[in-house]
């Protein structure tokens, strides 16, 4: 069965949020005008998944149940160490993803191909402008300076060099690198999800790739370059296997990492003036711009009340240069803010999300895990990348969504898409069947 009109009007709301959720700024354009088109395009959609929800299968209900759970558990911590506004605002970092799943879901099963349509050239588009501080850095287009109410109350540095081609077209700095690696790794999946690529699609794909690292090096993103390579390492390395042409390109990819590593930590070491004397952790912690320091103090304060956590404000922590910033790990920061009854149900997510990755699909259907490993990896190093600010989850969440439509339990057989950028046929698209029957 085709779809519908409404079908595909729904896959363009659904790619164009997924386009625009990254982009908080744009010369010439009121940013909180753009704010108010994400909040109408993410509003509409949860009304529209809402209205036609249900629990078809087991596997997303365990993924709901959880982060339902992760909710009651922020709301019920934050209540008790802070008060109802930031209680509210953390049982939202679960609630968003949960709400975009079901409205993802919501989408007819006959809609499918053209969603993936839909997002590959709303990813094309989305890279392509990530570019711009690349070309702005080296002089090749205007660059513009980031509007000042995205930094208030920073340290007078940031706020004296905030320009497209340091900050991007994000909210901060190093935000960045956690908007742009999962989207660039989910372009990447949604280009290459034919079972024999073209070559100029590979080249383009490859182009786009390193052009979004690129873009978070220049920016000064430190997660994000490290992120994405790691996942296109580890994508190789299980996709590829270990033969002599992948070994080469995993050394490549090695030195990469290592180079958009020292890129992204290195200035700060030298233009910060940060004192690198010491011991060796004193040093790493320097070079990490006080990360580790920050990650020692995350534990620290979640000794002081293991089961219910400290709260936000006195989860935070004073770093040199810096101030005082949330812990720059997703983890602790949750371990610490609101103790064992966030981390436990967290964890659980987090293992059931690894655990889906895992899980086999159709040989042309892309595959997101590489997606889940980018969120895990930033996550590591960023505080609000796989659960936070949901504007810069967006895609490692619609990533999930595809991983679990695609699963092998669900879809039994897809002849109804060919290409990143193909067209399937009527006839083929009267083949796609899944295990729940139409929707």
Same mark, same amino acid.
Request: with cysteine.
């Given at each position: 069965?085709?779809? =519908?009109?409404?079908?595909?009007?729904?896959?363009?709301?659904?790619?164009?949020?997924?386009? !625009?959720?990254?982009?908080?700024?744009?010369?010439?354009?009121? $940013?909180?005008?753009?704010?108010?088109?994400?909040?109408?395009?993410?509003?509409?959609?949860?009304?529209?998944?809402?209205?036609?929800?249900?629990?078809?299968?087991?596997?997303?209900?365990?993924?709901?149940?959880?982060?339902?759970?992760?909710?009651? $558990?922020?709301?019920?911590?934050?209540?008790?160490?802070?008060?109802?506004?930031?209680?509210?605002?953390?049982?939202?970092?679960?609630?968003?993803?949960?709400?975009? @799943?079901? %409205?993802?879901?919501?989408?007819?099963?006959?809609?499918?191909?053209?969603?993936?349509?839909?997002?590959?050239?709303?990813?094309?588009?989305?890279?392509?402008?990530?570019?711009?501080?690349?070309?702005?850095?080296?002089?090749?287009?205007?660059?513009?300076?980031?509007?000042?109410?995205?930094?208030?109350?920073?340290?007078?540095?940031?706020?004296?060099?905030?320009?497209?081609?340091?900050?991007?077209?994000?909210?901060?700095?190093?935000?960045? &690198?956690?908007?742009?690696?999962? $989207?660039?790794?989910?372009?990447?999946?949604?280009?290459?999800?034919?079972?024999?690529?073209?070559?100029?699609? !590979?080249?383009?794909?490859?182009?786009?790739?390193?052009?979004?690292? $690129?873009?978070?090096?220049?920016?000064?993103?430190?997660?994000?370059?490290?992120?994405?390579?790691?996942?296109?390492?580890?994508?190789?390395?299980?996709?590829?296997? @270990?033969?002599?042409?992948?070994?080469?390109?995993?050394?490549?990819?090695?030195?990469?990492?290592?180079?958009?590593?020292?890129?992204?930590?290195?200035?700060?070491?030298? *233009?910060?003036?940060?004192?690198?004397?010491?011991?060796? *952790?004193?040093?790493?912690?320097?070079?990490?711009?006080?990360?580790?320091?920050?990650?020692?103090?995350?534990?620290?304060?979640?000794?002081?009340?293991?089961?219910? &956590?400290?709260?936000?404000?006195?989860?935070?922590?004073?770093?040199?240069?810096?101030?005082?910033?949330?812990?720059?790990?997703?983890?602790?920061?949750?371990?610490?803010?609101? &103790?064992?009854?966030?981390?436990?149900?967290?964890?659980?997510?987090?293992?059931?999300?690894?655990?889906?990755?895992?899980?086999?699909?159709? %040989?042309?259907?892309?595959?997101?895990?590489?997606?889940?490993?980018?969120?895990?990896?930033?996550?590591?190093?960023?505080?609000?990348?796989?659960?936070?600010?949901?504007?810069?989850?967006?895609?490692?969440? =619609?990533?999930?969504? !595809?991983?679990?439509?695609?699963?092998?339990?669900?879809?039994?057989?897809? &002849?109804?898409?060919?290409?990143?950028?193909?067209?399937?046929?009527?006839?083929?698209?009267?083949?796609?069947?899944?295990?729940?029957?139409?929707?």
């Amino acid at each position: 069965m085709l779809p =519908t009109f409404g079908d595909k009007l729904h896959a363009c709301l659904i790619s164009t949020y997924v386009a !625009i959720a990254g982009i908080y700024w744009l010369p010439g354009i009121n $940013a909180n005008l753009i704010a108010q088109a994400k909040i109408a395009l993410f509003g509409t959609l949860v009304i529209i998944g809402l209205a036609r929800f249900r629990i078809s299968h087991r596997q997303q209900s365990n993924l709901y149940f959880l982060m339902g759970l992760c909710a009651a $558990a922020a709301l019920t911590t934050n209540i008790i160490n802070e008060n109802a506004e930031v209680a509210i605002g953390r049982a939202r970092d679960f609630i968003e993803p949960l709400l975009w @799943l079901i %409205a993802l879901f919501a989408l007819p099963h006959r809609a499918f191909p053209f969603l993936l349509r839909a997002l590959t050239w709303a990813m094309a588009i989305f890279l392509c402008l990530a570019m711009y501080p690349v070309f702005a850095y080296a002089g090749l287009l205007p660059d513009f300076p980031v509007p000042p109410q995205f930094f208030e109350g920073g340290p007078y540095w940031l706020i004296e060099s905030s320009m497209v081609s340091n900050s991007g077209f994000s909210a901060s700095r190093t935000g960045w &690198g956690a908007v742009l690696a999962p $989207a660039a790794l989910l372009a990447a999946v949604l280009f290459l999800k034919s079972p024999k690529p073209s070559k100029l699609l !590979i080249a383009t794909t490859g182009v786009l790739l390193i052009g979004a690292l $690129a873009s978070m090096i220049v920016t000064g993103g430190r997660g994000g370059p490290l992120a994405l390579v790691a996942a296109v390492a580890y994508g190789l390395a299980t996709t590829g296997g @270990l033969r002599a042409s992948n070994i080469v390109l995993l050394a490549a990819i090695t030195g990469v990492f290592l180079f958009s590593g020292a890129m992204a930590f290195i200035p700060d070491l030298f *233009f910060r003036n940060t004192d690198a004397g010491g011991s060796l *952790f004193d040093k790493l912690n320097a070079l990490s711009t006080g990360r580790l320091a920050s990650f020692v103090a995350a534990f620290d304060r979640w000794q002081e009340a293991p089961i219910e &956590g400290v709260g936000v404000e006195n989860a935070r922590v004073w770093l040199d240069n810096y101030g005082i910033v949330a812990v720059h790990n997703v983890w602790l920061r949750f371990l610490a803010e609101s &103790g064992l009854l966030l981390f436990v149900p967290l964890s659980l997510v987090t293992l059931e999300l690894v655990r889906l990755s895992l899980n086999k699909v159709d %040989a042309n259907i892309p595959r997101a895990s590489l997606v889940i490993i980018c969120g895990l990896v930033l996550g590591l190093l960023e505080p609000s990348v796989v659960f936070g600010s949901f504007n810069a989850n967006a895609p490692i969440w =619609t990533s999930v969504w !595809i991983m679990l439509f695609t699963a092998k339990k669900r879809v039994r057989r897809f &002849g109804g898409y060919s290409g990143a950028f193909g067209h399937a046929s009527a006839t083929r698209l009267g083949r796609f069947e899944t295990h729940a029957g139409p929707h």
